[in-house]
C-alpha cells in the first residue's frame, strides 16, 4: 500500500460566506478520493482511476485523517450527533445557569438530553437503513435507492476501507440525463445537506468534511503512529 497523498484546493473564491475546499486523497498510484462540496453546498465523495478495485482505504499513515474518520465511524455506530460538549457550550450553559439562578447544571441536563436523543436516533429506520452489523452504508442522496451509487465505511484494525459501488442500472434510467451515473470512470456519491435518507446523520460527514478543513497541510507533524506504520513499509520492502 502506497503512502497516502493529499491535496487540497481553495474552491469558491467569489464566495462571502465560507471556505469551501476540494480534498484529494491518492495512493495505489494514480487511484484518486475527492471530497467536495459542490455548488449546492452537498458534500459528495468520489472515486476514480480505481480499474476493478473500488476501494480506498485509510490508515494511519496520516494518523489525523485517520482519527477524523475514526471520529466519523464512531458518531455514526452510536448515534452521537452532537458528540461530547465542548467547553464553548459548557461555559455558556454554566453562564446560563447563574443567570437564571438554576439549582442544577444546565451541562448535566444537555447531556441527558443529548443520551435521551441518541438511543431515539438509534431505534430509527435512518439508522437502520445506514448501519448494518458494523458497517456503514450510505447511498447516494442524488438517486433512488433501486439505483443510486454507494460507498460503504468498514472498519478493519489501524484502517478504515472505503468501498465504493453501483447498483445495475435500469434501462429506464440509461439516457442523458444520467450520464453521471452511467460514467464508468467514476462513482460519486451526494451527501445532501438538507433533505437526506439519513437526516440527521448528514451532520456527522460534515463534521468530517469541517474537519479536514481545519487542518495545517503544510505543517504536518509526524504521528508515533505513522512513524510506526512507515516503518511497517520500509520493513517489507527491505525483505522483498
Not at 441518541?118 to 429506520?125: A, D, G, T, V
Amino acid at each position: 500500500m502506497d503512502w497516502l497523498k493529499i491535496e487540497k484546493y481553495e474552491l469558491y473564491k467569489e464566495r462571502k460566506d465560507g471556505n469551501y475546499y476540494d480534498f484529494v486523497f491518492q495512493r495505489d498510484g494514480n487511484k484518486t478520493l475527492s471530497i467536495f462540496f459542490g455548488g449546492n453546498l452537498d458534500l459528495y465523495f468520489s472515486l476514480e482511476n480505481f480499474d476493478d478495485d473500488p476501494t480506498f482505504i485509510i490508515g494511519k499513515d496520516y494518523y489525523e485523517i485517520y482519527m477524523l474518520f475514526d471520529k466519523l465511524y464512531s458518531s455514526v455506530i452510536n448515534a452521537d450527533i452532537y458528540g461530547e460538549i465542548t467547553e464553548e457550550e459548557k461555559d455558556h450553559l454554566i453562564f446560563m445557569n447563574k443567570i437564571n439562578q438554576d439549582d442544577y447544571h444546565r451541562e448535566i441536563e444537555e447531556l441527558k438530553r443529548r443520551e435521551r436523543y441518541r438511543k431515539f436516533l438509534k431505534n430509527s429506520h435512518q439508522y437502520k437503513n445506514l448501519v448494518q452489523d458494523g458497517l456503514i452504508i450510505w447511498l447516494s442522496d442524488e438517486y433512488f435507492d433501486e439505483v443510486a451509487p454507494f460507498v460503504k465505511i468498514k472498519k478493519q484494525e489501524n484502517v478504515y476501507i472505503l468501498e465504493f459501488g453501483k447498483s445495475k442500472i435500469p434501462l429506464e434510467y440509461q439516457n442523458d440525463a444520467d450520464l453521471m451515473l452511467m460514467d464508468p470512470r467514476r462513482i460519486t456519491v451526494r451527501f445532501r445537506n438538507s433533505g437526506s435518507r439519513y437526516d440527521p446523520f448528514n451532520i456527522i460527514f460534515m463534521g468530517l468534511y469541517q474537519g479536514l478543513c481545519n487542518l495545517d497541510y503544510e505543517y504536518h507533524q509526524i504521528h508515533i503512529e505513522e512513524y510506526l506504520q512507515e516503518s511497517k513499509i520500509k520493513s517489507r520492502v527491505l525483505k522483498r
